[in-house]
């Protein structure tokens, strides 16, 4: 059964960089037919989707975040990574990663706050 | 790029039936944006209720429908019950990009 789990630091100082792994078991990210990404929701908002990527190397990114944010791929070890730069209050949320194909299948998600 | 409107809220009597709508700002929604539809619980991940318009995966209650009127994607829920009270996201997919909803606060009353 796939599942996806991130982790990282909790809190992030204002003005420092944001940086989550997703870790994949159960499944390849090499797996064709799948996006992978990852998606944020800060508290009591909706859902935002940040930026995502193919197994062949194509990469998007919301235009909003796109001058800080970077999605990178570890396929030794089935693992992605979000770099989020020049981070501020606003950035706090709850970050997912997620696969989409055939549905989508969420990470349990994350709590980071940006905070002195 | 793109805005997705759903409605802010909606309240539906236990038994009953409601159809929620996701709609960009510009264009109507095709098969071609595979509209999903996925139910969030307060404290709990979204969980993929539809994708792809109309599919169902084997944890979607038969209740929920989802297909393609009038240019919006729509989610129907035939006989509510207490345990659908919840937010819905749609979320419809282009070339570049993936964009939410602002999602639906459904109430069953």
């Known amino acids: 059964q796939l599942q996806l789990q991130e982790s990282g630091p909790g809190l992030v100082k204002p003005s420092e960089t944001l940086s989550l792994t997703c870790t994949v078991s159960?499944?390849?990210?090499?797996?064709?037919?799948?996006?992978w990404g990852w998606i944020r929701q800060p508290p009591g908002k909706g859902l935002e989707w940040l930026g995502s990527?193919?197994?062949?190397?194509?990469?998007y990114y919301t235009p909003s975040l796109k001058s800080r944010l970077t999605i990178s791929v570890d396929t030794s070890k089935n693992q992605f990574t979000l770099k989020l730069k020049s981070v501020t209050a606003a950035d706090t949320a709850v970050y997912y990663c997620?696969?989409?194909?055939?549905?989508?299948?969420w990470g349990q998600g994350m709590l980071v706050t940006v905070s002195s | 790029q793109a805005v997705v409107t759903q409605e802010p809220s909606l309240t539906v009597s236990p038994g009953g039936t409601v159809t929620l709508t996701c709609g960009p700002s510009?264009?109507?929604?095709?098969?071609?944006?595979?509209p999903y539809w996925f139910q969030q619980k307060p404290g709990q991940a979204p969980r993929t209720l539809i994708y792809?318009?109309?599919n169902k995966h084997s944890w979607t209650p038969a209740r929920f429908s989802g297909s393609l009127l009038g240019g919006k994607a729509a989610l129907t829920l035939s006989g509510a019950q207490p345990e659908d009270e919840a937010e819905y996201y749609c979320?419809?997919?282009?070339?570049?990009?993936?964009?939410f909803g602002g999602g639906t606060k459904l109430t069953v009353l």
């Open positions: 997620a696969r989409q194909g055939l549905g989508v299948v």
């Open positions: 159960g499944g390849s990210i090499n797996s064709n037919n799948y996006y």
């Open positions: 990527f193919y197994y062949s190397g194509s990469t």
């Open positions: 510009t264009g109507a929604v095709t098969s071609g944006h595979y």
């Open positions: 792809d318009t109309s």
């Open positions: 979320l419809l997919s282009y070339s570049d990009a993936r964009v």
